[in-house]
């Protein structure tokens, strides 16, 4: 099944979803990454200075990593086509209207936004607001 392209009926049908629990982005030494796996990261991105992994908070304290800044996941459940022109754009102006940062990653049936922690709640909202006002006629 293709992704959606059409940007209002992304936004339309966004559905913002607040993940359990807080993660944490970490950098390791990509010659490493193996000694990590453990961790479970959820998200996994070779830089040239390191392997970024996206892991939970509480891993990355067990191993003693980096818990700052604690971030949480929200998933927009709705199937964006990785095409798809202006979603990013979209709701990272709603967000950033509001002064709420957004690390975005784009995955193969969704996006997913992570804000920090304190920001959740309301960047649910803000996410809530564009998808209903893009209902309007």
């Known amino acids: 099944m293709p992704g959606i392209t059409d940007l209002a ?3 339309s049908s966004m559905r913002p979803n607040l ?3 807080a993660f944490v982005y970490c950098s390791v030494p990509a010659t490493t990454l193996a000694d990590y796996l453990h961790l479970k990261p ?3 991105f070779q830089e040239k200075e390191g392997m970024t992994l996206i892991v939970p908070l509480e891993a ?3 191993a003693g990593l ?4 604690a971030m949480r996941m ?3 459940d709705v199937h964006s086509s990785l095409e798809a022109v202006g979603l990013t754009a979209a709701f990272a102006t709603a967000l950033g209207s509001k002064g709420i940062s957004a690390n975005v990653v784009a995955a193969y049936y969704h996006d997913h936004i992570f804000v920090p922690a304190a920001d959740a709640e309301r960047a649910v909202a803000v996410l809530r607001a564009l ?3 893009q209902d309007l006629p």
């Open 42 to 44: 959820i998200g996994l």
């Open 9 to 11: 009926l992304l936004i």
């Open 74 to 76: 929200i998933t927009l």
């Open 60 to 62: 990355a304290r067990q």
């Open 19 to 21: 993940v359990e629990g």
């Open 131 to 133: 998808s209903a006002a």
């Open 66 to 69: 980096s818990t700052e800044p």
